[in-house]
DNA sequence: GCCTCTTGAATAAGTCGTATGTAATGGGCT
DNA sequence: AGCCCATTACATACGACTTATTCAAGAGGC
């Protein structure tokens, strides 16, 4: 048997998750831990463990007698890094941004405000270190520079909110942030805009502005939602 | 064997997600699946389906030839219902209602400021129905019917912004709003301020004012932090 | 003599096959 | 029509085997 890299169980889980998050077996569709057993050729102990976890997730739905069957959408636990991956690599990718990118103008500039206030003189220092990475990959097609101190940027602000719930949006915004730059304008160089807002938020955290720093990011917000409007309508 | 009224698999990672959620097993903490089996009296098997679980929530990591070993709380998926209850069962409940409430005093406004453009008639409707049993029970100890009318109002106005990641906090909110009643002023009638605010944002909703309703919810938030810091500071 | 690298044994999770229990469904019997 | 029973597919359990990881002992080099 071809044993896979990281577990039968992680490949199975990947491959079940892909196609019930795109989309390709509809709310009400049956499963049997049989046929996926014999599908993915692995014992339907492994077959148990990943349905499990899918019903963990609010994915699925096991009954006696009936099988496994696929929940509908309004019921996923849609804050899953896992869930939110899948879709993400799904069809409505552009759905799925849009709705990811609302949340972020929602709770980004609350957080940027409490950032403000409670930022520790390292997270400033990294924060203004973050800006000025942007500012040198602004240019030249250097995306990819570019999107990983963009990430680290929005990552140091949900961190220094001093908020859990807020910290641990850090990986959805990354996932959004490497989804817009991989899904779109990997031929442009990114708004200068975006990249001085960046900076300014950035000094407006360091000296405590909290009003500042919220107003800051409701307009990079903004440009994000604007952007997505003019790319994807 | 007892059996279980609703299975041997949730007993278990109801078990032992309390505890971890608690704080009883300390990060770093390594627990043996063999143990788990004796101590809970079931097979490996359902030991193992829990472990996975539980893994899949980030709660624990499960490496070969050292054990399943508990991940630092930084790591945990803290916007899974599940884990959310289990924490607001344990013993930082107090600051787990705070971080919830600030994660609502970020995302209910906006999503209220959606819910005035999108709204349905049926949606204004329900809400106002759920303002005025609000108002109905305001007083004279009927807490339970306030909370019922309190949770299905904001679940109304997270659907309606059409935002299925703002609609999808309606479990938290229920969560928090639950939590907050049962745990401190059940002897204490409501805020009337707070009534009001509910009819009124209500009436901004169905008029379709999206900044009124944006205002208004910043109003309601603010009332339900400054109660959190009265109470328990 | 001390440090490093290799090697092998011990260990605990991972996987599998099978057996049995259990509940829900659907058809057949009265 | 209504009750009963056979079927079905998940739920649970057990035991054997596999594999990756760790730890330590020993060989070799400095």
Redesign the pocket.
Known sequence: ?T??SQ?????VLDALGLEIAAGDCPPGR????????QRF?????????V??VL?SMHLVE???????TVRPTEEWNVYDPQVIRWRLAGSDRPRQLRSLTVLRSAVEPVAAGLAARHATAEQCAALTECALGMVATSRGQQLEGYLRHDIAFHRIVLNASGNEMFARLGDVVAEVLAGRTHHQVMFEDPDPAAVTLHVRLAEAVREGDAVGAERLTKEIAVGALHELDVLAP
């Open positions: 048997m044993t896979q577990g039968l169980h992680t490949h049956v499963l049997r831990t049989d046929e996926l057993a050729d692995v014992s339907r102990t492994v077959v148990r463990e349905i499990r019903e096991s009954r006696r007698r009936v099988g496994v």
